[in-house]
């Protein structure tokens, strides 16, 4: 995915969207949703085409050596940013904490300086730069995963559930064990799988048991694994990326039904 200038001057900051791997790779629509956020927030929005993978598989794997120059890739091709901005509390959780953790020097003074200006996206929208009201497009029940990464290391639960309720005027329902991984966890459900399996399985009936007809989230890892467990199990449950409820999209095919475009 690739969007280089083009954009009209706005009174509000300069954003540097960093898309991540998975929205690049498996889910457009997310990071097109998140462009199309921001700009309705009043910011003027770049998407730099140089930016790369973040290095959290290989930072998550211990390899630090394979880590360090994505980092410092990354670093500069979005230190010219107002904000940067990203669709993914681990990503996101990434560049803020990890990048000063993994570098040194004069490198990590830059990672120091990024990321104190780097947000996930629902944060941004809430605490940087606010979304006008929506028009409620969203009719249906919707249950929110609370991906770890964004939870424990960002703080992220009400961002998302108030900007649900402004845009969409949709009252999440409440899983019973918000706080519990979903079962990706990185590396974790490739080497434990079964144990990852029973995990989704639970975080599906939980979903469904509460009545929801969309489970949302802000983490595509969380939800390609989701989506694929309700896929394989047959459950009547559409996984959608909160960005893209939060602009009106529902007539993009759910996670895993379909060519998201």
């Known amino acids: 995915m690739e969007q280089q200038g083009g954009q009209s001057p706005a009174q509000g900051p300069r954003v540097s969207l960093f898309v991540t791997c998975l929205a690049d ?10 462009i199309e956020l921001l700009e309705q927030a009043g910011c003027t929005v770049d ?19 394979a ?29 803020i904490h ?3 953790r993994l570098l040194e020097g004069e490198w990590r003074e830059r990672a120091v300086a990024l990321a104190a200006k780097t947000f996930e996206l629902t944060t941004f929208l809430t605490e940087i730069a606010p ?32 900007l649900l309720r402004q ?36 975080k599906l009936k939980d979903a469904l048991d509460k009545g929801a007809r969309v489970l949302t989230g802000g983490d595509l890892g969380c939800l390609l694994t989701l989506a694929g467990r ?20 529902t007539g993009t095919p759910a996670i895993g039904e379909g060519d998201p475009g």
């Open 25 to 34: 790779l498996f889910r457009p629509s997310v990071a097109w949703a998140a």
């Open 47 to 65: 998407v730099p085409a140089a930016q790369s993978c973040c290095g959290q598989p290989a930072y998550n794997a211990g390899e630090y050596d």
């Open 67 to 95: 880590a360090r120059p994505l980092a410092r890739q990354v670093i500069e091709v979005l230190e010219p940013a107002d904000y940067v901005v990203l669709p993914s509390g681990s990503c996101a959780g990434m560049l």
């Open 98 to 100: 990890h990048y000063p």
């Open 131 to 162: 979304l006008p009201a929506g028009d409620g497009s969203v009719t249906t029940a919707v249950a929110y995963h609370d991906s770890c990464a964004g939870l424990r290391e960002l703080g992220i639960r009400e961002q998302p559930r108030e």
């Open 167 to 202: 845009r969409c005027d949709v009252e999440v329902l409440e899983l019973t064990q918000r706080d519990v991984c979903c079962g990706f966890g990185g590396t974790f459900c490739a080497k434990m799988p079964d144990i990852a399996a029973k995990m989704s399985d639970d």
């Open 230 to 249: 309700a896929s394989r199990m047959g459950h009547d449950l559409e996984v959608r990326h909160v960005a893209e409820l939060l602009v009106g999209d």
